[in-house]
């Protein structure tokens, strides 16, 4: 398995506004996948709400830890990931403008705890988190926080066997005063929340969205 890991890397791909101007300094919106899942089924899932298509960059991430052959997974903690990662975001951060203080992440499940775990240890810039039915990152101390200027809108399932993790990072946010909207849905298990556009469109705005700037 890990001859075959050492093959396989971190793959992204980035969807540009579809009014799309160069001179401009945009916002970026970066997606992970859940586990068992990929780039493609991701970017199928995490797209644009209409109010929302001119305003932000989105940059869609493949973990390179497979599963099998047509889906891969997330682990906390991973150094090559983090690694990777930053790799990626550098090189979209020279491709396109993007507005520094506003660099957002968004990840379901496994992706939503690999989320938490790039914004507290501050591997990436990141300035506000969208949680789907996350976890919590594994070994996670108070001395891991290195970023605490961010802010987090996160949504769990009414019976998502993630929910007491979940109610763990509620914990660990407010004690360190970091601001956390948590929402449980009625019904909801873990899963992709069905109300996707509304709850994008209020995580944006709870984590500090603002439109793109000019040069």
Not at 91 to 111: E, F, H
Request: aromatic residues 12%; positive net charge.
């Amino acid at each position: 398995r890990q001859a075959a890991l050492s093959k396989t890397q971190t793959l992204f791909s980035v969807k540009l506004p579809g009014t799309f101007d160069p001179e401009r300094a945009y916002p970026l919106f970066i997606v992970l996948h859940g586990g068992g899942s990929n780039l493609n089924k991701a970017m199928k899932r995490w797209i644009y709400t209409a109010a929302l298509n001119s305003k932000y960059i989105m940059m869609y991430v493949q973990s390179y830890r497979h599963y099998d052959t047509k889906s891969f997974g997330w682990r906390s903690s991973d150094s090559r990931a983090h690694r990777e990662l930053k790799h990626c975001l550098d090189t979209v951060l020279k491709a396109y403008r993007v507005d520094p203080g506003q660099i957002y992440i968004g990840g379901v499940s496994a992706g939503g705890t690999m989320a938490f775990d790039l914004a507290i240890k501050d591997i990436l810039p990141i300035r506000g988190v969208f949680a789907i039915c996350p976890g919590k990152p594994a070994w996670l101390e108070d001395s891991d926080l290195k970023n605490r200027n961010f802010k987090v809108y996160m949504v769990g399932g009414e019976h998502d066997h993630y929910l007491k993790k979940q109610e763990e990072m509620t914990l660990f946010f407010k004690k360190h005063a970091i601001p956390c909207h948590y929402e449980i849905i009625s019904g909801m298990k873990h899963e992709f929340v069905k109300d996707y556009r509304s709850h994008l469109t209020k995580a944006l705005g709870f984590i500090g969205f603002t439109e793109g700037r000019d040069k």
